[in-house]
């Protein structure tokens, strides 16, 4: 019998909200709050990004030098743990956990795919106890000392799709004994490949080109 894959979305399909900038900001707050001057800058950057004057791989980049720079795995790793659960205990969709856990008991394997980095996103695979994370790969010295560097792609969009097809050839899962949750247009391809796909607690705009395409549409507020 062929293993049954739950494929969720992280930002907004788990959690409330988005996790990067919230991420950033708690880190730099405890760790170097000096860092916050620079705030009005990552506005800036924000502004540069919507203006299409770079890509979104590379406003990623550039807040991970603004408000993180370099930091060793050792340094990161209880920030990370801090806040991954923070967030889990209270910043998640009630009715994700719950299909977290209805999937689990079915048998299913557990699999996130998201545009967040590994660093943090791994975290959030560890402690909701899922099979595998597919996130946007960081960079990281010889001194494992952070790069602010993407390396191999964002896990965002067409390419999530591409990674997402990768690991699945890779374990032998099938395409058509996936279900697939995540909350964003931006997922279409992943939606548009999966066997089932459902869009959860989507914007208004979205959900009524969801409905229009034939998708489930979940509320798990």
């Known amino acids: 019998m062929a293993d049954k894959i739950a494929l969720f979305d992280l930002d907004r399909t788990i959690t409330v909200q988005g996790t990067y900038t919230p991420f950033l900001l708690n880190v730099a707050i405890r760790r170097s709050p000096l860092r916050l001057l620079l705030l009005p800058l990552a506005l800036f950057l924000m502004i540069g990004y919507k203006a299409k004057l770079f ?4 406003l990623k980049e550039f807040m991970l030098a603004l408000l993180l720079g370099s930091i060793s795995r050792e340094a990161l790793a209880p920030h990370v743990k801090r806040f991954v659960s923070h967030r889990l205990n209270h910043g998640a969709r009630p009715g994700a956990l719950k299909q977290i856990e209805e999937c689990r008991a079915a048998g299913a394997k557990l699999v996130m795919a998201t545009a967040s980095f590994d660093f943090y996103a791994d975290e959030f695979g560890r402690q909701l106890g899922f099979d595998h994370v597919i996130a946007t790969k960081s960079s990281w010295s010889d001194q494992n000392h952070m790069r602010a560097r993407i390396e191999g792609g964002n896990c965002y969009g067409p390419h999530k799709l591409v990674m997402v097809k990768e690991v699945f050839e890779a374990q032998g899962w099938s395409a058509e004994d996936t279900d697939f949750y995540s909350d964003d247009k931006s ?5 548009e490949w999966a066997g089932q796909s459902y869009i959860i607690n989507p914007k208004a705009k979205f959900e009524k080109r ?5 998708y489930p549409v979940l509320d798990w507020s």
Do not use: E, Q
């Not at 890509?55 to 590379?58: G, H, K, L, Q, V």
């Open 187 to 191: 997922d279409i391809p992943t939606f």
């Open 210 to 214: 969801a409905k229009a395409l034939g």
């Open 55 to 58: 890509s979104r791989d590379r």
